[in-house]
């Protein structure tokens, strides 16, 4: 996540003016209805200043102090990957959690309430997955749900689990909301190297794209064919139980994306040394080596 893109954004301004100017055009060869031709560049000043840029203006104004020192001692008792990083990349990535919470609604089901710790801990799962990729963005899923434990997946999504043999821990509903069991959000922290974490399972879905299928939108065209023919090799061991992963993997190309997600940052060392073309893949992928 990009705090204050200056390029990107000057780039923008002068698609919105060369926009504007074409729209004029035809008002000024034809002579008529000249007062449009304000209107119209008034109209692209909008966009740009009361749309577009205040995002980034706000971004800015939250890296001048993104978390209080309670806030830290949180992450140095929970989060073990804080603790590796240098004072730039902590204060980079301490910047990326304050703007994930400030543009994300957090919000507790069944009387959960969103401490400080359960949001930061929601946001610790979704900023790890693109902390070395500034430019990307998460596109818009709406609101993250956090349940008191597991769920029915039968379009009820309700928590009183009698008569069902399984619950879900987490979701990304089709109207775009995350859903993430609280007890497996915790416990992902707890355990933080057994290759299962909901947070990083759902926001590898998010990154996935509108219609997951294992091919990430973020994927660069000269990467698409190395990673389908990885995935192809390692989806088949799943099927013989032969894989770093677990067996969920298995269901389809987008539950092995996720599941390789959550290995590939819980028990790295593990899979370079089982699959090391997964490993690798997702290393340039991600812009991480854990």
Known sequence: MEVYPGRKMQVRLGVTILACTLFSLPFIAS?????????????????????????????????????????REILRRNVSFYGTLGENDRKAYETDLAVFLAEHRITGVDDVEITRKVALLVAA?????????????????????????????DGTYSTDLNGTDS??????????????????????????????????????????????????????????????????????????GRSILRQYAGTNPAEFFACAVEAFFEKPGQMKGKAPELYEQLSRFFNQKP
């Open 31 to 71: 002579g008529r209805a000249l007062f449009m031709v304000p209107l119209v560049f008034v109209a692209g000043a909008v966009y740009y200043f009361a749309f577009y840029s205040t995002r980034y203006r706000r971004r800015r104004r939250i890296a001048a102090n993104p978390l209080s020192e309670g806030d």
């Open 125 to 153: 799962t979704a900023v790890r997955l693109v902390f070395r990729r500034p430019e990307w963005e998460f596109r818009d899923f709406g609101e993250i749900l956090v349940y008191p434990g597991g769920f029915r997946t």
């Open 167 to 240: 619950a879900a821990a987490g979701l990304v509903h089709s109207s775009g909301n995350v859903i993430l069991s609280l007890p497996h959000l915790l416990r992902g922290f707890q355990h933080d190297n057994d290759g299962f974490n909901v947070g990083y399972h759902e926001f590898a879905h998010v990154l996935d794209g509108y219609h997951p299928d294992g091919i990430p939108d973020e994927l660069s065209l000269g990467a698409y064919r190395p990673w389908v023919e990885v995935m192809q090799r390692e989806f088949e061991k799943v099927s013989r």
